[in-house]
């Protein structure tokens, strides 16, 4: 992070990458081959458009996309953090409650906390809360378990992020598909789900 302009944080760009020598070796594989491998990557995740991907751009929000390996299964918050290699306490998980039938609720927290019930529903107004049966998840989002982006859900549902990302220059949630993360600024991710920066994960 470089500066803020226009009341949005300006990432550094990187340095421009210096090509190695066509032939050049690394661990056995031709330079020109890992790097031809790492362009293709690039381009297939800059071309997956997921819903959440449509808003956050049609918001002009900057972003980068971080794809992941899912053939073993492990699909759970930490092991996202694991296999991007990424801080745990940048890597945020999107969880679903309810108030009633009828009152959903999201909450984004660190993927290493647990979500405190009796904070959150404090904190968006109600008594009590329970969290959305895994079963019903899709029906009333759109997304599935593992894939389950706070961006670009079925209706608009009052969001609440945990207070912890307020000091962070920025984090990872879902972009809306298994295996693939999205990166962007707490602050950005706020505007676009209208969020509330809320005390909502177990001590």
Not at 22 to 32: H, L, W, Y
Not at 123 to 145: C, N, Q, R, S, W
Not at 155 to 182: N, R
Request: proline share 4%.
């Amino acid at each position: 992070m470089i500066g803020v302009e226009g009341g949005r944080i300006q990432w550094a760009h990187p340095k421009p990458h210096r090509k190695r020598p066509s032939g050049t070796e690394i661990n056995g594989v031709k330079a020109d081959l890992c790097e031809k491998g790492d362009e293709n990557l690039a381009k297939k995740n800059k071309s997956i458009k997921t819903n959440a991907i449509r808003i956050i751009e049609s918001e002009q929000i900057q972003y980068e996309t971080r794809s992941y390996e899912i053939a073993d299964g492990h699909n759970d918050g930490l092991s996202v953090a694991s296999k991007t290699n990424e801080p745990a306490e940048n890597v945020y998980k999107t969880l679903v409650a309810m108030a009633s039938k009828t009152d959903l609720l999201v909450f984004i927290i660190p993927v290493s906390d647990e979500l405190d019930l009796k904070k959150a529903a404090k904190a968006a107004g109600f008594k009590k809360i329970d969290m959305l049966p895994m079963k019903e998840l899709t029906k009333e989002t759109g997304y599935v378990k593992g894939g389950c982006s706070p961006v670009g859900m079925k209706k608009e549902f009052p969001t609440f992020i945990d207070q912890q990302a307020q000091i962070l220059d920025y984090l990872y949630v879902s972009a809306g598909k298994v295996g693939l993360q999205m990166k962007l600024t707490p602050s950005d991710l706020a505007q676009v789900t209208r969020a509330q920066f809320v005390n909502v994960v177990k001590d």
